[in-house]
């Protein structure tokens, strides 16, 4: 384990008390739906919560993608909600790592305001060979992560 990965959890923790405003007593969850495409696979996440709900099971997909012989994967964030810092980003960039530890090709699709007009995000996970391109819509996510 690296400097920076072994430092996550307490930049995670740091935090997680902010990052999502919602009401008193409302139970907050992002849900997973994984769907095998024909040459793909496809991961939606929906609901409300934190970037590190998703983060947390970029793992298990990396897994499910290797147990399907798929090598591109497609994340859905578009029903995804809740509030992402420029640390969270970072973290989300760093997290990728695992799809290219595994040599997955990952387009991202997300709606407009969840894309950083700089995409420091995809910068970050560029910078850590991770071949991924964020996109709005899944016409184009798909055309590009097909060929």
Not at 92 to 100: H, M, N, R
Not at 124 to 135: I, K, P, T
């Amino acid at each position: 384990m690296g400097f920076m990965a072994s430092k996550l959890p307490l930049i995670r923790s740091a935090l997680s008390n902010n990052e999502v405003k919602y009401e008193k007593g409302a139970k907050m969850s992002v849900q997973l739906q994984i769907e095998e495409m024909p040459d793909y696979l496809a991961a939606r996440f929906t609901g409300a919560g934190i970037p590190e709900e998703a983060w947390r099971k970029f793992e298990l997909i990396a897994e499910h993608c290797k147990r399907a012989n798929k090598n591109k994967l497609l994340l859905d964030f578009a029903e995804a909600h809740g509030e992402i810092s420029l640390v969270n980003r970072y973290l989300l960039g760093i997290e990728t790592q695992i799809f290219a530890q595994y040599g997955i090709k990952v387009a991202t699709v997300n709606r407009p305001e969840q894309i950083d007009p700089r995409r420091f995000g995809e910068m970050v996970a560029l910078n850590r060979w991770v071949n991924v391109r964020a996109f709005t819509n899944v016409k184009d996510a798909e055309k590009w992560l097909l060929n």
